[in-house]
């Protein structure tokens, strides 16, 4: 994907000419208007490793930790797929998950993120997908549907297509 290839790759010194005609760069050139938004990354490799495999492993503050509770509770029904994980390993990430939510204190852009949004019981209807929060929606409402539909981006979730400094916690660029 593009973040492998960025990471790997000094991209922007060698072939900035190449990436201008990338279709993610199209969308950088909106995100790049933005401030800094900065979303601590995951910094656990346990967490990267059982939630990076499939998908960027999600920064804990941009959900509540109702949200980390209810979905750590449920892993067999995930979106879909399977993510059982032994109860131990489970239970260490969902304490991981949980001491960083967005609700749980000085998370600055989390906590922007997560206003208006109900943070009730693990059971009551704690929202599980960032892309489905009222202001990540409202963020990228200007994102065409043809950006969606690229096949370099295929799903919302696949934050790093259009975020290259996501797994870095930057969400600007
Ligand atoms: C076996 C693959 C797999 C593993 C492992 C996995 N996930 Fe997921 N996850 C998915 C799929 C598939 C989706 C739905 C993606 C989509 O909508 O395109 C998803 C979606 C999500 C979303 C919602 C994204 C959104 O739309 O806002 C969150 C949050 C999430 N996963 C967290 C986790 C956490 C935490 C772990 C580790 C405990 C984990 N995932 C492990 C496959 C996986
Ligand atoms: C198709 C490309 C695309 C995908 C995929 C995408 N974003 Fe964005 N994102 C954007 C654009 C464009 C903006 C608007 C930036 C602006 O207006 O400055 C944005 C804005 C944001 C912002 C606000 C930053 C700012 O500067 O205003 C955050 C936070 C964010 N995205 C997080 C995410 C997360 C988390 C995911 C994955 C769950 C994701 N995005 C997936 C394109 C994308």
Redesign the pocket.
Known sequence: MIAKFSADFPWRSLLPGVVALAVSAVVLGHAQAGGRHYFPPVDDPLVVE??G???LA?APSM?PAASWAR??AD?KN????D?S?DPAVAAK?AAY?TDRAGDRGGQRHGEKLLRGVATAAPDGGAP????ELPRWVREHRKVPDWEWRHRDVR???NCTACHVDAAKGYYDD
């Not at 995930?78 to 797929?81: A, I, L």
């Open positions: 059982e939630c495999s499939c998908h999600f959900l979905m750590m892993l995930h979106f879909g797929d993510a994980l990430i998950l599980l997908r960032i892309t799903t919302r979730a």
